[in-house]
């Protein structure tokens, strides 16, 4: 299996594990930014010290673009595509209790419990599953930017 990465107009390849932990981290207090120069992740927190100033040159300086969230809606579609098209194919009761556990506050944790408790292959197909969609969000994202980036290719270790 082939695996994506993404490279800037200067050659430097973009840090996507560092863009997964961006899109995906709920903290609104925590920000980040894609350094469109050298392919990293810049963070910066509010509970820093100087992260008021950091964030000043970082809004003066037009190299750095700001990582949108994922909103959770989409997390939740991942769950519920999921439960349909992997774990009901093959175990009825786990889809429906998943189905359930997807209802209402408090679903991702019910979600995660409920696969936790079940045959360990649903959750290991879950992460493997989570994985494909977040790389796909995260190259949503990278191909709408207004930046030349192109893709490549790579096998997987």
């Not at 408090?106 to 409920?114: E, I, S, W």
């Not at 290991?124 to 599953?129: E, G, H, M, R, T």
């Amino acid at each position: 299996m082939n695996k994506l990465k993404f490279l800037l107009p200067n050659k430097k390849e973009i840090d996507l594990d560092m863009l997964e932990i961006a899109m995906e981290d709920n903290d609104l207090s925590n920000q980040y930014f894609l350094n469109t120069k050298t392919g990293e992740i810049e963070f910066y927190s509010e509970y820093d010290e100087d992260a008021s100033e950091k964030l000043n040159e970082i809004e003066d300086n037009n190299q750095f673009v700001p990582i949108e969230r994922l909103p959770s809606y989409v997390s939740y579609n991942w769950m519920k595509e999921f439960t349909e098209n992997v774990v009901a194919k093959e175990d009825s009761q786990l889809a429906d209790k998943l189905a359930i556990a997807l209802n209402g506050k408090g679903a991702f944790r019910r979600f995660k419990d409920c696969l936790e408790y079940s045959d360990e292959r649903f959750l290991k197909l879950w992460y493997q599953w989570k994985e494909e969609c977040l790389r796909e969000e995260c190259a949503k994202w990278l191909r709408g930017l207004k930046i030349d980036i192109k893709e490549q290719n790579q096998p997987q270790k």
